[in-house]
């Protein structure tokens, strides 16, 4: 109880979240009301109950689905101005948040509308409430490099609200490597890149993250551990790794959370920083991810407060900012 209330009162990061994945079963029973939709789950319980998954792959065909919901600017602004309104009661000044666009606009949703939405959430929620949150795009992993060069062509509009290009999707059989020119074309338009690799995949998957696209932080990066020379590599460069306890329990890439690697990456030297991912659909903001990690590998104060100081000095932020987060 005081462990948790002492983690909610610091002021932390999230950094690691995706805003397709933190639409709450409420409202997505709400949206396709909007939308007359007929879901499979007429309650939100019953659609919280069907959160149960063996790997990735089985979370993400539910999750599709669930983006099915999300078609006009008003319910791009509201999915957002809810997870930014949770974020704040969490004690989160600073969100980094990913949208795959490739969800939305194969199915005829205009990038306007999406944008649109998502943009006017985040001024409204640092207006109205002080968070400071910004946004990346993140491309699909098991569709083609092509279609992920199109979406960078589509957001050129948009560039100076857009912090950073990420990737996620199926990992296994789908290395970085697959999209080093469309990272190359990423970084030679100024964007800052992060990906996610080593969830389910190998630690090569993290070494060609890292030597081949180049990236700012790895999302995940589990795996690196598995090489103990790319880990001293991620070490000495300060690569922020964006690790999410609780997403990897209910994916089943740990199987306990007293078998999470957490602890063992921060005593490798690595910049580690816990964070939520897809809050509803693994049951827990930033706070519950440390407070169940604390809880399951007796982390301290000062290693509480570490990992709470690493996500803030990971943000992507200006240099003005940072003297105020910091
Ligand atoms: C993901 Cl594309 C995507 N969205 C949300 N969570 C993810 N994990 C891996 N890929
Ligand atoms: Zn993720």
């Known amino acids: 109880q005081t462990v948790e209330a002492f983690i909610r009162g610091l002021p932390k990061a999230d950094l690691h979240m995706h805003i ?24 939100a319980e019953a659609l919280r109950s069907a959160y149960a998954f063996p790997n990735l792959k089985s979370f993400l065909d539910l999750y ?21 309104r949770r974020a704040h009661a969490d004690g989160v000044v600073r969100a980094e948040m990913f949208i795959g666009p490739q ?5 005829g ?18 207006r109205d409430q002080g968070t400071s949150s910004g946004l990346m795009i993140s491309v699909h992993r098991h569709r083609t490099e092509a279609d992920a060069m199109a979406v960078l062509d589509q957001i050129m509009p948009w560039a100076g609200r857009i912090i950073g290009i990420g990737m996620g999707g199926a990992e296994v059989g789908n290395p970085p490597s697959n999209f080093a020119g469309f990272f190359q074309a990423a970084r030679d338009r100024g964007f800052r890149i992060t990906v996610h690799a080593g969830e389910e995949g190998p ?28 880990v001293r590599e ?15 329990l209910r994916l089943q890439v740990v199987t306990d959370l007293a078998q999470h690697p957490l602890k063992a990456m921060m005593a490798h030297g690595l910049h580690v920083t816990v964070n939520s991912d897809d809050p509803p659909y693994f049951d827990g903001y930033v ?27 990971a943000a992507w932020v200006t240099r003005e900012e940072r003297q105020i987060l910091l």
Not at 20 to 32: F, N, T, W, Y
Not at 109 to 126: I, K
Not at 237 to 244: A, D, E, I, S
Not at 287 to 313: F, K, Y
Request: with cysteine; glycine share 6%; proline share 4%.
């Open 20 to 43: 397709e994945g933190s639409i709450e079963p409420q409202l997505m029973l709400d949206l396709a009301h909007r939308h007359g939709m007929r879901l499979r789950w007429d309650t």
């Open 64 to 84: 599709f689905e669930g983006c099915k919901v999300l078609q006009t600017e008003q319910d791009f602004y509201d999915v957002t101005r809810a997870y930014l």
């Open 103 to 107: 969800s939305f606009t194969e199915r």
């Open 109 to 126: 949703v205009p990038m306007e509308s999406l944008m649109g939405g998502v943009l006017q959430a985040m001024d409204d929620a640092r």
């Open 203 to 230: 630690a090569s998957y993290v070494r060609e993250a890292l030597e081949l696209l180049r990236v700012d932080r790895i999302d995940h990066g589990n795996a690196c551990l598995d090489d103990l020379d790319l």
């Open 234 to 248: 991620l070490a000495a460069r300060r690569t922020p790794l964006t690790v999410c306890p609780l997403s990897n």
């Open 287 to 313: 706070t519950e991810n440390l407070v169940a990690c604390q809880s399951a590998l007796d982390l301290s104060v000062p290693e509480i407060v570490r990992l709470v100081r690493n996500g803030l000095e």
